[in-house]
């Protein structure tokens, strides 16, 4: 009797189980990797995200570089050239002062990022949609996003990683 209730159990249990979505799938071995590394950095890290457009002979760049400290949000640097700024855009912010700009990536951790990975920036339909995912950052996450097909400009909405560094 007890061998049978056992398996009653281990059968409920598995049969409640939830299925993975494709976007969990697609990222879960990149988020162990920043898990790992989440570990060994004490959740103390820097990444740099960058932006670049180019319309013809008008070319932007901007990277913004995200400091955290035990999981939080602590400094962010800007510096972007444009056509309008050609010498560069450049302000720090730290604790007191975070958000202060309008430039610059979103004030966001990597457990943020992959959270708005899985539940945004991958679930964009297919069909309507280039979806990109990149994990070239020792595993990590470094390209992840979508940008419409139809869209003349291809405007891309998400996020382009070019470092994840231990402090």
Sequence with gaps: ???????LIVLLCLSCKKEKSGAELLIADS?????????????????????????GVFADYHETKI???NGKVTARQYWGLNSSSPFGIIYTEDKTTLG???????????????????????IADPAQN?????TNNNG?????????????LHIFRGINIKSITAL
Excluded at 37 to 46: A, D, E, G, I, P
Excluded at 140 to 152: A, E, L, Q, R, V
Aim: proline share 1%; hydrophobic share 35%.
């Design 67 to 69: 400091t955290v400290e």
């Design 130 to 134: 280039t979806i990109v995912y990149e």
């Design 100 to 122: 202060s700009h309008t430039e610059g990536a979103a004030i966001l951790t990597l457990d943020d990022i992959y959270t708005k990975a899985q539940n945004e920036w991958l």
């Design 140 to 152: 990590m996450i470094s390209s992840c996003g979508y940008s419409g097909k139809t869209d003349p």
């Design 31 to 55: 988020r162990n990797a920043f898990q790992d590394f989440k570990l060994t950095s004490h959740n103390n890290y820097v990444y740099i995200v960058f932006t670049y457009a180019s319309i």
């Design 1 to 7: 009797m007890k061998q049978v209730l056992s398996c």
